[in-house]
T-cell receptor
């Protein structure tokens, strides 16, 4: 069962902040975030593990609330280079042998 | 850096043709995956393989088969292509430490059009 991402799409002006959510109906061991720019392969951003750990990548950070089975990706002071589609991949096994990906959130940053 | 390559970026085939999509990785990864990507549906797993000659069905295996004769190569086969298989196909690979921190590395994708 695919996790649900929200919003489906968001348009930001450069410098604005955004939050992308990923919710699962099943217990999660970890959440993997990827970004895919148009015409390119998805690129790994970060992994969030059980324990509510927070991670960061440049000005992008994320959290994982295991009680709610939800992860949120925070984009701070967005840059044009942040444009793309963001996917969360959820690990239900603890070994990341298989990830179940969300439907994606399309982010567009404009001047 | 991990490199995952796919044999074609764009492919056009006719209904009923047998189609082979090839994927090669250079990091000696045990696990390899095939996904299809459609607008509004995200990435959906077709098949994956955790070792040579080993395979498991993903979430949408119908109409597809796979082959893994060598560790570095994972092929997706459409036995008789149909128009509803028009999509972007992404291959990925992953090492096996058995930890939840293992991540997947993706190839650039093959956009397949079935006419």
């Amino acid at each position: 069962q695919q996790p649900v991402q929200s919003p489906q799409a968001v348009i930001l002006r450069e410098g604005e902040d955004a939050v992308i959510n990923c919710s699962s109906s099943k217990a999660l061991y970890s959440v993997h975030w990827y970004r895919q720019k148009h015409g390119e392969a998805p690129v790994f951003l970060m992994i969030l593990l059980k324990g509510g750990e927070q991670k960061g990548h440049e000005k992008i950070s994320a959290s994982f609330n295991e009680k709610k089975q939800q992860s949120s990706l925070y984009l701070t002071a967005s840059q044009l280079s942040y444009s793309g589609t963001y996917f969360c991949g959820t690990d239900l096994t603890g070994t990341a042998s298989k990830l179940t990906f969300g439907t994606g959130t399309r982010l567009q940053v404009t001047l | 850096d991990v490199k995952v390559t796919q044999s074609s970026r764009y492919l056009v085939k006719r209904t009923g043709e047998k189609v082979f999509l090839e994927c090669v990785q250079d990091m000696d990864h045990e696990n390899m995956f095939w996904y299809r990507q459609d607008p509004g549906l995200g990435l959906r797993l077709i098949y994956f393989s955790y070792d040579v000659k080993m395979k498991e069905k993903g979430d949408i295996p119908e109409g597809y088969s796979v082959s893994r004769e060598k560790k570095e190569r994972f092929s997706l086969i459409l036995e008789s292509a149909s128009t509803n298989q028009t999509s972007m196909y992404l291959c990925a690979s992953k090492g096996t430490s058995g930890r939840s921190t293992d991540t997947q590395y993706f190839g650039p994708g093959t956009r397949l059009t079935v006419l």
